[in-house]
């Protein structure tokens, strides 16, 4: 059984920054999950923010949605069992909830960007920027 629990959502004004964070309890390694963020803003479909791979840091072993390059940063420490989705210079078009997803995978370089692929959520964590 996979459990995920994000923290580090809440009212922040636009320019400003926040970091998510994403635990992950499971019997196997945390570092055989490939890791992703997604978002569901009223009204709109979740989409894909930010996906790492199993090596994460290494070069290439990340993906960003184009609205969010350059701003947000994903990583994991894998010691400590966690992703996290740092945010910069936020947006009001960045209120969302945020979840964080977590895939078992053989392949270390592989991101996964599709909803569907993933097997295990978070609860949600709510984003607004707000001035």
């Known amino acids: 059984q996979v459990q995920l629990v994000e923290s580090g959502g809440g009212l922040v004004q636009p320019g400003t920054s926040l970091r998510l964070s994403c635990s992950l309890s499971?019997?196997?390694?945390?570092?055989?999950?490939?890791m992703g963020w997604f978002r569901q803003a009223p009204g709109k479909d979740r989409e894909f923010v930010a996906g790492?791979?199993?090596?994460?840091?290494?070069?290439?072993?990340?993906s960003y949605l184009d609205s969010v390059k350059g701003r947000f940063t994903i990583s994991r420490d894998n010691t400590k069992n966690t992703a996290y989705l740092q945010m910069n210079s936020l947006k009001p078009e960045d209120t969302a909830v945020y979840y964080c997803?977590?895939?078992?995978?053989?392949?270390?370089?592989?991101?996964?960007?599709?909803?569907?692929?993933?097997?295990?959520w978070g609860q949600g964590t709510q984003v607004t920027v707000s001035s």
């Open positions: 997803a977590a895939s078992w995978t053989r392949t270390q370089y592989e991101i996964i960007k599709v909803a569907d692929q993933y097997s295990n």
């Open positions: 499971s019997d196997r390694p945390f570092s055989t999950y490939a």
């Open positions: 790492i791979g199993r090596r994460g840091g290494i070069q290439g072993a990340t």
